[in-house]
């Protein structure tokens, strides 16, 4: 049995929710959004953000890789994407994009995580996953921000 966890992460945009999420849409969003210090390769990506889009990674654990293949299972235009964990190094993982309107010229991006680390890890890198998550999502939402405000 593995135990399931959460993580959210939201921030306040100063432009409205149809630029928010359009952003999310550009071609080249992963290299915009990935981390310096994270050793990740886009391989594939088909669909864009709707349903039943893919995107194959590649990450790099200490000397050994791990494939990561997220798809697509739900997408409502300006409000959310949804993707799953197909294959990865997690037991279970989803990730919910939603995209909150804050008056004409506002909008919230929030990032709903559930995941599940492999059986008996758990215990041991619980703490650590949390930690990265929060970092790496507090990275996201400057990178987006500050792109956002030079566009």
Do not use: C
Not at 74 to 89: A, I
């Amino acid at each position: 049995m593995y135990t399931r966890r959460q993580f959210v992460h939201q921030s306040r945009f100063p432009v409205p929710v149809e630029k928010l999420f359009a952003f999310h849409e550009r071609d080249d969003i992963f290299t915009l959004l990935l981390p310096p210090w994270q050793k990740v390769k886009v391989i594939s990506r088909t669909g864009g953000l709707k349903t039943g889009a893919r995107v194959e990674f590649r990450l790099l654990f200490g000397p050994f890789y791990k494939t990561w293949v997220a798809v697509h299972t739900e997408y409502e235009h300006n409000r959310l994407f949804t993707d799953v964990q197909e294959k990865g190094p997690f037991a279970g993982w989803r990730h919910r994009h939603r995209f909150i309107p804050d008056g004409p010229n506002g909008s919230f991006l929030r990032d709903e995580i559930e995941y599940s680390l492999p059986l008996g890890l758990a215990p041991l890198l619980g703490r650590f996953v949390e930690k990265d998550l929060r970092r790496m999502f507090e990275f996201r939402h400057q990178s987006t921000y500050s792109k956002l405000i030079e566009v």
